[in-house]
């Protein structure tokens, strides 16, 4: 019988290389899911350990490193490579968000790792793909936003194209890794044999494009102008952000249910036999008066008293809430997703676990991001089986760096 209060990713053997959002996320995935992480990093430590360049851990390695443990490896050494391969030997997984082609030309690309291991899956994700005449283009989340069309759509009609206010690019590309991932190792499990897996952030951001692409669609293969908080089609009213007061709130009806519960909670019942307002289609052509009517209500409430009224009577609404709210929020708590805790270098911190849950498993605990090198000596003793003199070699060559380097 199967026990069902172990880690669905138990024994995976994961070299994390990612940097920045993208490989992280997807690391941090298979951690939460019970892989063993070994978060590989250049003796100066990745890119985003110390954004800020003032020292210390910055916030957002510590959300996106959890439960991982760290090496620290000079790939650009002969003695950080070979060692590289060796680990690979001994891996399922090897993930990474280099630009194309960074690793073949240190010469530990998959070509080589795969050939050492041939269970190896390979996992890559970049901006464009490695293929493609856009392969070599610098992509970051920003000049993915701009390139994929999200800025294009995003915004007031009347002011310019805008960058969503958070980095979806990069953790659609995460998200998408980490299923590219699981898929490979679904099959090698029937098959036995490894693969690479391949993700383009330009090609996983696609799809969240939907709405917009139908209401091109709708309009003969014209992009609609941005309508910033309307529905971006027209097909819906109400359908935006409305101000309180003391502060806004989502308000949407898709169906006429909905409508009808708001407009007797507004007091304006007389608004059910009203032609402008007849049907979802209809409101959707008079959005702006259907706007006007709903203001005018929500700006005499707060926040608070609108959406639990609505809550109540089944007409979908949220408050705008910030983010020292969205931290604290009461619900994730309760569910374990949202965790105070203790961290070494960032203090008290609330952090995130899965999103994921898998029923039957009791959830891994949130351990705090690795120190630079914090776990060299533990995981080559652990998978190579190399002894201290060994390690204290790699460490006086500069082929690796440890936590204790200096002693």
């Not at 490579?81 to 630009?99: G, I, P, Y």
């Not at 690309?109 to 392969?135: C, E």
């Not at 696609?206 to 209401?215: D, E, I, R, S």
């Not at 009577?313 to 949220?318: D, I, M, N, R, T």
Request: aromatic share 6%; glycine share 10%; proline share 5%.
């Amino acid at each position: 019988m199967t026990d069902l209060k172990r880690h669905p990713l138990e024994g995976v053997r994961v070299l994390d290389l990612g940097q920045i959002y993208n490989g992280p996320y997807a690391g941090f995935l298979l951690a939460m899911g019970g892989a063993d992480v070994i978060k590989v990093e250049p003796i100066g430590g990745e890119a985003i350990r110390d954004r800020s360049g003032r020292g210390g851990v910055s916030f957002a390695f510590g959300m996106l490193n959890s439960n991982k443990r760290d090496i620290s490896i000079d790939l650009k050494s002969a003695e950080g490579r070979a060692l590289l391969v060796e680990l690979a030997q001994q891996a399922d997984v090897l993930l990474e968000n280099f630009a194309p082609g960074a690793l073949d030309r240190l010469g530990v690309g998959a070509a080589v790792l795969q050939a050492a291991n041939p269970r190896l899956i390979y996992a890559s994700s970049t901006g464009y793909g490695l293929s493609g005449p856009s392969m070599d283009n610098l992509a970051m989340d920003l000049t993915i936003q701009a390139n994929s069309g999200v800025m294009s759509v995003n915004g007031p009609g009347d002011g310019p194209p805008m960058k969503a206010g958070v980095a979806l690019c990069d953790f659609f590309g995460g998200v998408h890794l980490y299923c590219g991932i699981l898929t490979a190792l679904y099959e090698r499990a029937q098959t036995g044999v490894g693969r690479m897996v391949e993700i383009a952030m330009l090609e996983a951001v696609y799809p969240v494009l939907a709405t917009n692409l139908t209401a091109m669609h709708q309009g003969g293969g014209v992009q609609p102008p941005r309508r910033g908080n309307q529905h971006p089609v027209g097909s819906s009213a109400p359908y935006g952000v409305y101000e309180t007061a003391d502060g806004y709130v989502a308000i949407i009806c898709v169906r006429e249910v909905h409508w009808e519960n708001l407009v007797e909670l507004m007091g304006r019942a007389d608004l059910k036999d009203d032609p402008r307002f007849v049907d979802q289609a209809t409101r959707g052509e008079n959005s702006r008066l259907v706007d006007s009517v709903v203001q005018a209500w929500t700006c005499t409430l707060s926040k608070a008293e609108i959406t639990e009224t609505l809550r109540a009577h089944q007409v979908p609404a949220a408050a705008v809430r910030d983010l020292t709210e969205v931290v604290e929020d009461v619900h994730m708590h309760e569910r374990g997703m949202l965790h105070h805790l203790e961290h070494p270098e960032l203090g008290p911190v609330t952090l995130p676990h899965s999103p994921l849950r898998f029923h039957g498993e009791e959830r891994l605990a949130l351990i705090p991001s690795p120190d630079l090198g914090q776990h060299t000596r533990e995981v080559l003793a652990d998978w190579l089986d190399y002894d201290a003199s060994r390690v204290d070699e790699l460490i006086k060559s500069g082929a690796i760096g440890a936590q204790d380097s200096s002693a």
